[in-house]
């Protein structure tokens, strides 16, 4: 058997999965970097991360929830690098690498959907 084919057959395989995943795995690093940083907070905040909740037939992830006296804050974190287009009425913003370019939703409508699905979940409470 060719171990050296083998070999190169295994580099490919990971060099695909990596560029497939690369954005799920600098997205996970970027929110555990703030996770860490939240739970630093006083005892008297309270910190929850990566929560999914159901508004309707919905589904929303929120990145990080910290409870504090001074109220409740929903943060969505992004890892991006590059130049950022977009501004906050603009339904996606535009990343760009010299001359590759890729959409995302726009991150504060993003966190408004978020901050209404947490609303509507606790409408008995507010």
């Known amino acids: ?16 999965l990596l560029r497939i995943y690369f ?5 996970a690093l970027g929110e555990n970097r703030i996770k860490k940083q939240l739970n630093k907070l006083p005892d008297n905040y309270k910190t929850l991360h990566d929560i999914t909740l159901r508004s309707g037939d919905k589904l929303t992830q929120i990145d990080h929830l910290v409870i ?7 943060i969505e ?3 991006y690098t590059g130049w950022i287009f977009g501004n906050e009425k603009s339904e996606y913003w535009t990343q760009t690498i010299y001359k590759n370019k890729t959409r995302f939703r726009n991150p504060i409508k993003q966190n408004w959907a978020h901050v209404f699905s947490l609303r509507e979940l606790l409408s008995d409470y507010v």
């Open 1 to 16: 058997m060719n171990y050296n084919l083998i070999l190169i057959i295994v580099l490919i395989a990971i060099i695909i």
């Open 23 to 27: 954005p799920q795995i600098k997205g």
């Open 68 to 74: 504090s006296p001074y109220g409740v804050f929903v």
């Open 77 to 79: 974190t992004k890892n």
